[in-house]
């Protein structure tokens, strides 16, 4: 079972996650917000926001997408994953314009979690009965 595709769409996402924290401490020099507070402008908010809510959908995306390269397929799962990076990149990017400039990035996104999670259940669930 090749692991390469998921291991670098795993990469591909943790590099968009650093994407966001870097922005997000840079906003924090620009806006002029010390450590520890969080609140500033709402441009400041916004890029906190993006990073936060890309921290809270990477717990869910990539402990599915290895549950999925297991239990399905490694090949599929990359080709399902790849959407997440993309979609929270372009979610990001949005976000620092305007809130409502997020949601493209967010419908994008948001499906390949749902597949992975499912799927990955419904592919376990299929090895499991095969072994009774």
Request: net charge positive.
């Amino acid at each position: 079972m090749d692991m390469t595709y998921p291991g670098i769409v795993s990469g591909l996402a943790l590099l968009v996650y650093y994407f966001t924290l870097y922005k997000s401490g840079m906003a924090r020099g620009k806006f002029d917000v010390p450590a520890p507070r969080h609140d500033g402008p709402d441009e400041y908010l916004w890029h906190v926001r993006a990073h936060q809510n890309t921290l809270e959908h990477l717990v869910l995306f990539l402990p599915a997408l290895w549950l999925f390269s297991f239990s399905v397929s490694p090949l599929w799962a990359a080709g399902i994953g790849i959407f997440w990076p993309i979609g929270r990149l372009a979610y990001a990017l949005g976000y620092y314009k305007a809130p409502d400039k997020r949601m493209p990035g967010l419908l994008i996104s948001m499906p390949p979690i749902y597949i992975l999670v499912i799927g990955s259940l419904i592919g376990f669930c299929l090895q499991w009965f095969q072994q009774l």
